[in-house]
């Protein structure tokens, strides 16, 4: 069963996040798009900060035979909380909550407890590790359903330019994800998705493969610089930030033909996350 559990738990890897994001962004709902960003860029945050400062082990740490290296390398990192099950029920629940369509909400509640699973099934992780994550997960999917975060004026403009200072401020040697973390919450901060979804499906298909190319291009492409730069926390917090820009502003632009200027469509009234 290791390689059907594999195949589950990658669904819970950061490239998934992006696609997933970024389509519900550009096909679904553009300002809630920003609002579950930045729920997300917190809840990754949080997600680290907890893993480096409690450095609580894994279940293999001390018997390396209970977990394949196929599993291993989906472990980056201490145990507590689980980042899979934790970033999943952000971003899963997160569209669920704003959405608040029934059959969305089982479809994602069933993809989130099978990602949470695997992490169990593939031995990477303590039950403890899963449940914290599953309730960081929800506490943040509420906050992305329910924040109001500011996009005008300086209250679009500041917070992002504290928190790349913060990432100059940081010494080489911080943990990578602090950088991707800062870097996603500045960018989903500073952006301001303003165009309309498309309603025709060649119109979505033609943004959701574009801006899919587009997008991972600057990924992979960034992904290609210097590891001295990229160790950086501000390198690699301007990175995701630039990431954030390509999706929300530059794929908008150049896709303005399927890609509208105009007020998005007014989200429905969320519901609470169970």
Known sequence: MDSFWLMVTNLGRDEVFIVALALYTWLVRPSGGRDLGIAFALSYLTNTALKYGLDLPRPFWSDPSVAS????????????????AQ??????LGMAAQLARPGFWWAAAALVALI????????????????VGLLLGVCFAALGARGHFPD????????????????????????????AGLGLLAGFWAVRPTFTPPRDWTGRLIVAVAGLVLVFGVYFGLGALPESLKDLPL???????????????????LLRRWLPSGAAPAPATPQAVH
């Open 116 to 131: 949470s699973l695997s992490r169990l099934a593939l031995n990477v992780h303590y039950p403890s590790d899963t449940i």
């Open 152 to 179: 005008h004026a300086l209250g679009r403009w500041l917070p992002p330019a504290l928190v790349l200072l913060v990432a100059a401020l940081l010494p080489a040697g911080t943990p990578r994800e602090v950088g």
């Open 69 to 84: 290296e196929a599993a291993k390398a989906t472990a980056g990192g201490p145990g507590l909380p689980s980042g899979h």
């Open 87 to 92: 970033m999943s029920a952000t971003l899963y």
């Open 235 to 253: 390198g690699r917090a301007l990175r995701y930030a630039l990431l954030v820009a390509t999706a929300a502003w530059a794929v908008p632009t």
